[in-house]
């Protein structure tokens, strides 16, 4: 029976497979990190086509594989995917757990700022405008996730049988409207890849080694369990205001399936029917996160800087980010080091080619919808979709410059 190499607590991933060269530091993941973070427009399906234009095909962080591999584990997990797969890539590259926090705080730190000075009454996210640019912006999305779908089926769904698991897998997604049909089309590609893909030699599979170890795994994950078991209780006992919104987004952050849209009930649920935040301002917070780079999850800084009673102000917005985003980051962090050793037997990586067939599918569905369904209405905005996407992937054009032009675009349709 195979085993799985020592845990690396020096950022080493072996050869330098994963990352295509030598372990980078702390400084660079920020940095990365902070250009995704004010540039990456379009939701967590988009995010993950930023990711690896930026990082899988430009820098070689990570191979293909690899970075799938990565995709499919924040899939099954609860929490924002995007934002799980942005923390682990900063893991692996940065050497550990620093990398990983360098990494979520710059791509979440440009989001949260514009959403709490939104708080504060900024009223540039609203009007034909802004209402331009925002159309503009979700076609810039249409062409990332279509680069990153096209991509990724080149190579994670190259034959028949792949190419059939990512067919299966996009219509599950497509015909059963749920977060969890997500985790469903991921464990049945897992289980038909055991079948249809052993034939596969295991070469491209991504990092064979992460910088936890698996004792700081099981203390993650026994964190995540203590402070979603213990955190109400505390709560209910010291009649303490700010340990009930702590739990509250806890919560909205521990058990959201799919990321993205899918935590908006929850924190209706959470917020809105304690009284803690009017229905109204609620739906101004939603509308003014899909204006804003970074991932959805921000929006628990505007909601945590509006509520009331107190904590409320920078001091709520960051004790509700923080909330909202631990136990997402607690089960990637617990469950890296385990699952890299499973991945090492053969069969679990029949299994993960399979899985990562499946995401090429799932990925698929969402160019589909919510992408394409929720920009593309128009021939105009088709034309506009298609110029980004060749900017993107025949011109070699920056990310940061075809979401500016793209944009502008959008405002050039909506004037017109």
Known sequence: MSTAPPASTTGDRGDGTASGGAPGSVG????????????????????????RQALVMRRRWIDEAGYADLVALCQFLPGPASSQVGFALGLLRGGGLLGGLAAWTAFTLPSALLLLAFAYGASALSGPVADGLIHGLKLVAVAVVAQAVWGMA????????????????????????????????IALGAAAGLVLCRSDDGS??????????????????????????????????????????????????AF??????????????????????????????????????????????????????????????????????????????????????????PAARAAMRGTNAAVVGILGA????????????SPRDFALAAIAF???????????SVVVLTALGGLVLASG
């Open 28 to 51: 660079e993941v920020f940095l990365v990190f902070l250009r995704l973070g004010l540039t990456s427009f379009g939701g967590p399906i988009a995010h993950l086509g930023y990711f």
């Open 154 to 185: 080149r190579s994670l769904a190259p034959d028949r049988s792949r190419a059939s698991l990512a067919l299966g897998a996009l219509l599950l997604t497509v015909f059963a409207q749920t977060a969890f049909s997500q985790i469903l089309a």
């Open 204 to 253: 491209g599979s991504g990092p064979r080694a992460v910088p936890v170890s698996r004792r700081a795994g099981a203390v993650a994950w026994a964190v995540f369990l203590i402070l979603l078991i213990g955190l109400p209780f505390l709560a209910q006992a010291l009649a303490s205001h700010t340990l009930a919104v702590s739990d509250a987004f806890y919560r909205s952050g």
């Open 256 to 345: 959201v399936f799919g990321g993205g849209h899918v935590v908006l009930p929850l924190l209706r649920s959470a917020v809105v029917e304690p009284g803690w935040v009017s229905p109204s301002a609620f739906l101004a917070g939603y509308g003014a996160a899909q204006a804003v780079p970074g991932p959805l999850f921000t929006v628990a800084a505007y909601l945590g800087a509006v509520a009331g009673p107190g904590p409320n102000g920078p001091l709520g917005a960051a004790l509700a980010l923080a909330a909202i985003f631990l136990p997402g980051l607690l089960l990637v962090y617990g469950t890296l080091p385990f699952w890299d050793s499973v991945r090492a037997r």
């Open 366 to 377: 969402a160019l589909y919808d919510p992408v394409w369904t929720g920009a593309v209405g």
């Open 390 to 400: 060749v900017l993107l992937t025949v011109w070699k054009a920056p990310p940061w």
